[in-house]
């Protein structure tokens, strides 16, 4: 079987043409996730620090699969970076930006294995483009032995100079041996066959947002025998508490009591399951091409089986994989129930009961704007959803980041004026109240969020008058 792979860059994405026989089922997922961005090399290891930075450093997405080649096993990185993190310079009608991408795979003893530089040249057409949603991708593949590595990839930005680095751990898969086995997933947008095989775009994990309809999943089966019956079987599941709107904020205390994040709760409430049966019909590598529904908006969990049964045994294969999934209008709210929830961190109970207590959308939304002429103003309200956004782009992981201890108490009292770094587990954002006084924002990692992205404010440590001070100045006229 022919399983050459050729990449070509198509629009706004990779297009990976793949030659072999297709089975067309239905269901699916997984993914090996990673994200590009500095490290202390580069900024401080503040999250709030690290994850402003992030709007100025040359950051990036990737995400890495094992396959198996005529080669031997292969180690495939995706990367992608949005022109928004790059610079550009303009160049007679058009404008151009260059970086280049280090990548450096050393084994268990430090030594380097494979390194190797990618320089790239991105054109774009307008102003407007450079600042739009539009990305350059590329994919790097290694041919190394089975193991477990580190892996660094240094991103450079020719013309401003900016770097961002990222460390992190890989493991490259032994598809050698005898048994049956499968590659890693491969999520895509859409398939479309051609002359030299079939044409992918793959899915970066921050394009499940966005997913009007389905998703694709591709992978390969290896080391199968004619007359094996598989069955590929997926459930989605998210924490029975799963979604709401109605995060009420007390207004006048720092938000010590927001209810724990959907993150931090198990994955207990399947809301869909699928499989997929069917019998090999060749020896050795079978490719499968599947589609499934769009997640739910929330923290979900996909989990995917393959079974195998051959002459009366059985063999299995699990993997499970997180989706932190927005929804669509990310990073700004989500309608007008949402803004409600998140002006209760400025307004009182009652205020904010009152606005609920309309009986149609429409009634809502005349609440909210009757809400902020009493307070500021459209100027005023245009300001808040602009920190609304802000901290949605800032502290977003498990949920979004308007939600957030961090997320709220940057909305109500802006960017910190300095951050004290207490190594990775917490940190203090301090602001200056004149006197020589500062008020203090002490924050802490939650243990509880499996990623470690989480962090809440230590309970009662913030001054409550100091805190209603900074929620008065939304509520003035």
């Keep these: 079987m022919d399983r050459t792979m050729r990449l070509d860059v198509i629009g706004n994405g990779l297009s990976v043409p793949w030659r072999g026989t297709v089975f067309v089922l239905a269901a699916a997922a997984g993914l090996l996730f990673s994200g590009c961005s500095s490290t202390m090399n580069t900024v401080t290891e503040c999250y709030y620090t690290a994850k402003s930075m992030q709007h100025s450093l040359p950051t990036c997405e990737t995400f890495n699969l094992n396959v198996n080649t005529k080669e031997g096993n292969r180690l495939d990185i995706y ?10 310079e303009k160049d007679f009608d058009l404008f151009k930006a260059s970086y280049t991408a280090s990548f450096v795979l050393r084994d268990d003893n430090g030594s380097i294995v494979r390194a190797n530089d990618v320089d790239r040249t991105v054109v774009a057409q307008s102003y407007a483009e450079t600042v739009s949603s539009l990305r350059d991708a590329f994919l790097k593949m290694f041919h190394v032995p089975p193991g477990d590595y580190t892996l660094d990839i240094i991103v450079a930005d020719n013309w401003s100079h900016m770097v961002s680095r990222r460390h992190q751990k890989v493991e490259v898969e032994n598809f050698s041996r005898e048994d049956f086995c499968a590659s890693d997933y491969l999520l895509f947008e859409y398939a479309r066959p051609g002359q ?58 720092p938000p010590y009591n927001l209810g724990p994040a959907n993150c931090m709760r198990s994955a207990d409430s399947t809301y869909y399951r699928s499989d997929s049966v069917f019998v090999s019909s060749v020896d050795g590598v079978l490719q499968v091409f599947q589609n499934f529904p769009k997640l739910t908006a929330g923290w979900t969990t996909a989990t995917r089986k393959i079974f195998l049964s051959r002459n009366g045994s059985a063999d299995s294969s699990v993997s499970t994989t997180t989706f932190s999934v927005y929804p669509p209008s ?11 929830a998140a002006i209760s961190c400025i307004a009182l109970p009652q205020e904010i009961d009152t606005i609920r207590a309309g009986a149609t959308i429409g009634d809502r939304l005349k609440r909210v704007l009757r809400f902020w002429e009493d307070h500021g103003g459209s100027l005023r309200r245009k300001e808040f959803y602009n920190r609304v956004e802000e901290a949605n782009e800032l502290f977003s992981s498990c949920t979004e980041g308007w939600k957030t201890p961090m997320g709220i108490s940057y909305i109500v009292c802006g960017p910190p004026d300095y951050v004290e770094c207490h190594g990775l587990t917490s940190e203090v954002w301090y602001y200056d109240i004149g006197s020589n006084r500062s008020f203090a924002i002490p924050f802490r990692k939650s243990l509880e969020h499996e990623n470690n992205l989480y962090y809440e404010i230590v309970p009662f440590s913030v001054n409550d008058f100091m805190w209603g001070d900074f929620v008065s100045r939304w509520r003035r006229q």
């Design 79 to 88: 990367f992608q970076i949005p022109y928004s993190h790059i610079h550009f």
């Design 196 to 253: 030299q095989g079939i044409s992918l775009k793959p899915l970066f994990p921050s394009g499940i947002s966005y997913v009007k309809d389905s998703i694709g999943m591709f992978q390969e089966l290896y080391n199968l025998r004619r007359g094996d019956t598989v069955r590929l079987s997926l459930s989605y599941s998210f924490p029975a508490a799963h979604d709401t709107a109605d995060t009420r904020i007390t207004s006048l205390a």
């Design 330 to 340: 990310f990073p700004r709210l989500n309608g007008v129930d949402e803004e409600i």
